[in-house]
């Protein structure tokens, strides 16, 4: 069975506190976007969970979230491991990018996983499945526009962000989120956004006060060299929000001409290997059929 599974971007990342258990409370709203990596997950006669990938980034033991994903699956459902699958990731959504392109393809692998084995799961037993993987595996599981709380799993969906265009650039830079999250601990002042403002702006369709309030925390303890440069150059070209998604490096635009998203996009693509031009997709996760 094979599956598309969907990048996102923040558009809001704000860091509110810590929990009991050691984890950062968050308040994030994100959106699916047409960005994908492909997942095929067949049943095979050997025993044990198989990950296959041309991209040799990508890790095909245990520390790869796909890999993650299916033994939480199996541990879930108490389906005997012995079945045996072969899980093959495809990627486009760029790595360490904060895309969620990890997430996304541990979500891809629960939603194919319940179709192979027919266990009829709920959205929200498969986001329970995904909590346990990673923070962003639930709403990659859910899609969509949504409100993203605790540790990034209680979610709730929003209006559909609809007519405009994301044009995502990942420059030649990698960041570790751990490494981002311990650089959050260790500020003294961080900047706070306004939340009750997002998120009216967003429960309103108020596109101009969504600009407004639109921020990312990670913005103020991440250097990204190429950061101001993307923002400016992508505003100059009519975006009327550029942004950091997740803890990075990815700088998305949202514009709302597509002419000019356009135009943008392919003079990135002369500098930028990982350029994107995307729109705002309902659904995270699907299943796809090769013709």
Avoid: W
């Avoid at 045996?84 to 790595?95: A, C, F, Q, S």
């Avoid at 192979?116 to 709920?122: Q, V, Y």
Wanted: hydrophobic share 40%; proline share 4%; charged share 25%.
């Amino acid at each position: 069975m094979k599956v598309k599974a969907a990048a996102k971007i923040n558009l809001m990342l704000d860091v509110v506190g810590v929990l009991p258990n050691g984890y950062h409370s968050l308040y994030m709203i994100m959106q699916s976007v047409d960005c994908y990596d492909y997942v095929r997950v067949d049943r095979t006669e050997n025993s044990g969970i198989k990950i296959i990938t041309a991209d040799p980034r990508v890790p095909t033991d245990e520390k790869n979230i796909a890999y993650k994903a299916a033994k939480a699956f199996f541990d879930k459902t108490g389906i005997c491991e012995n079945n045996g699958i072969e899980i093959e990731i495809e990627k486009h959504i760029p790595m360490a990018a904060g895309l969620a392109g990890g997430s996304a393809d541990g979500a891809g692998v629960i939603f194919a996983l319940d179709k192979l084995f027919d266990t009829r799961l709920s959205t929200f037993e498969m986001c329970e499945i995904g909590e346990k993987v990673g923070a962003d595996v639930p709403f990659s599981i859910h899609g969509g526009t949504a409100l993203c709380t605790d540790i990034g799993s209680v979610i709730a969906p929003l209006p559909d962000l609809d007519n405009c265009y994301v044009l995502i650039c990942k420059p030649p830079v990698d960041v570790s989120t751990l490494g981002a999250y311990k650089l959050i601990d260790e500020a003294k002042r961080l900047r706070h956004g306004d939340r009750c403002g997002m998120l009216y702006a967003m429960k309103h369709n108020d596109r101009e006060l969504m600009y407004e309030k639109a921020m990312n925390v990670f913005e103020q303890v991440i250097e990204v060299p190429q950061r101001p440069y993307l923002k400016a150059f992508m505003k100059k070209h009519g975006a009327k929000l550029s942004m950091m998604s997740g803890s990075g490096a990815a700088i998305y635009g949202v514009f709302e001409d597509k002419e000019s998203a356009q135009k943008c996009f392919e003079e990135l693509k002369k500098k930028y290997d990982e350029v994107f031009l995307t729109v705002p997709c309902k659904k995270s996760v699907e299943e796809v059929f090769d013709r």
